[in-house]
């Protein structure tokens, strides 16, 4: 059964930093690229960020680049969004997904996580 399960999200101040962590289950985790999403109220879900199999390759939105990265750990079947000098803008529910290739579109996405919620305000 494929599981990927986020955690690490909640309520920060802006200009604060947050780490999300996405564990794996139930597949191949070291020949999948990874991406992050997110999804604002009322908004259609996007992409933040991906990173390749090897993780040699990444992709950021330009709304996130610089103050995001993504990396991951294949011991631990994890991959993880470091996000840093957090925005109000930034406020989503964040979902870690699975491809076998890197990219940018969302149906190239064969699994999902079930999303957590970054708040950024004040």
């Known amino acids: 059964q494929v599981q990927l399960v986020e955690s690490g999200g909640g309520l920060v101040q802006p200009g604060g930093s947050l780490r999300l962590s996405c564990a794996a289950s139930?597949?191949?985790?070291?020949?999948?690229?990874m991406g992050w999403f997110r999804q604002a109220l009322g908004t259609e879900r996007v992409l933040a960020a991906w990173l390749s199999a090897s993780g040699g390759s990444t992709y950021y939105a330009d709304s996130v680049k610089g103050r995001f990265t993504i990396s991951r750990d294949s011991a631990k079947n994890t991959v993880y969004l470091r996000m840093d000098n957090l925005k109000p803008e930034d406020t989503a529910v964040y979902y870690c997904?699975?491809?076998?290739?890197?990219?940018?579109?969302?149906?190239?996405?064969?699994?999902w996580g079930q999303g957590t919620q970054v708040t950024v305000s004040s």
């Open positions: 139930g597949f191949t985790f070291r020949n999948y690229a």
């Open positions: 997904a699975a491809s076998n290739r890197p990219t940018n579109w969302e149906d190239g996405y064969a699994y």
